[in-house]
């Protein structure tokens, strides 16, 4: 899940992977994607609160992950710096 799948009224239009990611895929994809406004990715996190726990951990560090390899390919390179932060606090966790 991304900002891009919610629609007015509140929708998500979007889950072809539901039930196949770890716990929480889509609240780490959703505030992967909200890392550009601090404050939009700390309500995330505070709506979310399996971002953080244990059960979470692998969701977080699979999207990061995988949108560092995005930035690889060319994509979301203004991803880069907040991307590369938030992989760096997965490792010390």
């Given at each position: 899940?991304?900002?891009?799948?919610?629609?007015?009224?509140?929708?998500?239009?979007?889950w072809?992977?539901?039930?196949?990611?770890?716990?929480?895929?889509?609240?780490a994809?959703?505030?992967?994607?909200?890392?550009?406004?601090?404050?939009?990715?700390?309500r995330?996190?505070?709506?979310?609160?399996?971002?953080?726990?244990?059960?979470?951990?692998?969701?977080?560090?699979?999207?990061?992950?995988?949108?560092?390899?995005?930035?690889?390919?060319?994509d979301?390179?203004?991803?880069?710096?907040?991307?590369?932060?938030?992989a760096?606090?997965?490792?010390?966790?």
């Amino acid at each position: 899940m991304h900002w891009a799948n919610l629609t007015e009224p509140l929708r998500l239009p979007d889950w072809e992977g539901r039930g196949t990611a770890p716990e929480g895929f889509d609240a780490a994809t959703l505030y992967a994607y909200s890392l550009l406004q601090p404050d939009t990715a700390a309500r995330v996190r505070t709506a979310f609160p399996v971002l953080g726990s244990p059960a979470g951990l692998a969701a977080e560090a699979t999207v990061c992950a995988q949108l560092l390899q995005t930035v690889a390919r060319g994509d979301n390179l203004v991803l880069e710096g907040p991307l590369q932060n938030w992989a760096e606090e997965l490792r010390r966790r």
